[in-house]
């Protein structure tokens, strides 16, 4: 129990384009969901908390109107990266925590590797 | 300016032996601290979570410890194996906040 996916997988785009990037629960749903980000060799670092229905919060250094957020539902989160460039390039990790739970667990995707070129 | 630090970013031991790695933080209160691990292009994966009033937990051959005064987490994994190897990440979170925050990592590798 306790899926979460992405997708895709892996992405190469071009400079300028946008890219959107899938997170789902699987078997549980989330009112909340995170997008971290992680460069090699380093740890992850939180970009957004997204809570369903309502607008994401981000991390300070963050330019929301660049990492769009969309939570429609309880089982989908959406990161959309606006105009992409080289630097943007990165593992882009999405993370849900289930709903109606006392839990403090989340539960990470396998990861989404973003190569602009 | 609150910070997660892991003693090392490589630890390398014999198999069979038990790897212990830490994590210290500063200007931070946590309400509790979980461990995970993190293969090469993966996501991590969640393998304990423990609260600021719990001294040790314990999961088969992985036990953690929480020591508030110290401000430090150890997490030990006895008679490691070859399959132990990947990086581990402590992360704290708050007991009011939802987002936990990351420590830099320990790349642990078991030789045979």
């Known amino acids: 129990g306790a899926v979460v996916s992405q997708h895709p997988s892996w992405v190469i785009c071009k400079s300028g384009t946008s890219v959107k990037i899938e997170c789902r629960s699987l078997d549980f749903q989330a009112t909340t969901m995170f997008w971290y980000r992680q460069f090699p060799k380093q740890s992850l670092m939180l970009m957004a908390t997204s809570n369903e229905g309502s607008k994401a919060t981000y991390e300070q250094g963050v330019e929301k109107d660049k990492f769009l957020i969309n939570h429609a539902s309880l089982t989908l989160s959406t990161l959309t990266v606006t105009s992409a460039h080289p630097e943007d390039s990165s593992f882009y990790i999405c993370?849900?925590?289930?709903?109606?739970?006392?839990?403090?667990?989340?539960?990470f995707g396998p990861g989404t590797r973003l190569t602009v070129l | 300016s609150q910070k997660i630090e892991q003693n090392s970013e490589a630890l390398n031991i014999q198999e069979g032996k038990t790897a212990t790695l830490t994590c210290n933080y500063t200007n931070y209160s946590p309400a509790y601290l979980q461990w995970y691990r993190q293969d090469p292009g993966r996501g991590p994966v969640f393998l304990l979570l423990?609260?600021?009033?719990?001294k040790e937990k314990r999961k088969e051959r992985l036990k953690v410890t929480f020591d508030t005064t110290l401000k430090q987490s150890l997490f030990h994994i006895t008679a490691s194996q070859p399959a132990d190897s990947a990086t581990y990440l402590c992360a704290l979170g708050r007991r009011s906040a939802s987002k936990i925050i990351f420590g830099s990592g320990t790349r642990l590798s078991i030789r045979p």
């Open positions: 423990i609260r600021e009033n719990e």
């Open positions: 993370s849900a925590r289930p709903s109606g739970l006392r839990t403090d667990t989340q539960y």
